[in-house]
Every structure is written in C-alpha cells, then in structure tokens.
C-alpha cells in the first residue's frame, strides 16, 4: 500500500511541476502573446526563440530541463528503492506534464530539455553525453529537431552501455519513443526538406 501510495504522490507531484509552462509564461510576460498561437504552437524553448530571440532560447531551455531534473532529484532523494522505480516514476510523469500540460488545456512542449533534465538527473554521465550529442548534430545540421531526435534516440544505449538500472534504460527507450512521437510533423518536414533551420 505504501509503495502505491508513494508512487501516485510522486507521479501527480512530478506531473503538476512539469505542467508549468515556463515558455508560455515568459512569452505571456514579455510580448503579451500566447506562444501557443506563434510558429509550431509549442510551448518549448524553440518556438520562443522566434518570438524572444536566442538568448531566451537558452534561457527557457535551461529552465525547462531543471524544470525535468527537480522531481527526479526529490524522488531519488526522499524515497529510496533498490529498482529506481520512483526516479523513473518521477521522469514519465514530467515529461508528460510538459507536452501535456493541464494548465493549458493539454498544450505544450516537445519535452525534449525537460527529458534530458530527467536523464541528466538519473545519470549526470549520459545526460551530459546526450546534450553534447544533440548540440554537435544541431550546429552541423542546423535542425534542433533531428538533433533532439537522434540525441534521445541513443540515450537507452547510452544508458545501457554504462551499465545502470534497467528501470533507467527501460525509461529513455520509452522516453525517447514518446517524443520521437512528439516530433512527428518535424519529422515529415524533414523528409520533405521543409523543416526550419536555427539562424
């Protein structure tokens, strides 16, 4: 009972801080617009790189994988399991608060930065080795999206390549399913070379 009772307090925790749509907030702040009405809709760091410029790119990026990190960081902290199911528990559910977030309607983000906060939080080693990854393919293809998308792609081998709980690698090959998922119409934008490059 207690282990149910936990995990329900950890998911719908870890939901709620990933539903704060730091990028909407900003943007509302800022412009008085609604990002979700800008570019690709989304809520995440990219859309409002077209509306704020790249330095809150950076800016709602980094806040969004802390935003990622922060609920793995409590669960691993607070209540100990020898699985690591509470991190995991914690990850799904943040990274579902971000793409779909019940403070706007189920509306947000890619849940990429906010994934890659929660890996980095499971496992510093391969979230940094997945950052680097998503950065180096980024600036030699100019496309976020296909870095995001092979970035999250290789995150289960990575994880399973250094040797961490199979909680861990079961999560970032869901993980990276789901927003690979997320990242669909990117993906027919690619193929069809429409796709948006990072000026």
Known sequence: MNYLLNAGIVAVSAYLIGSVPTGYLIVKSKTGQDIRQVGSGSTGATNVKRVLGKNWFFIVMLLDALKGALPVILASSFLHSNSGIYPVIAAVAVIIGHSKPVFLNFKGGK?????????????????????????????????????SIIALALSPFIMWYLHNPIAYIGYCALGAVYIIYLHRENIGRLIRGEENKVR
């Open 111 to 147: 849940s990429v930065a906010s994934g890659v906060g929660t890996i980095l939080a499971l496992n510093w080693q391969v979230g940094l080795l997945i950052a680097l990854i998503w950065g180096v393919i980024t600036y030699i293809s100019k496309y976020v999206s296909l870095g």
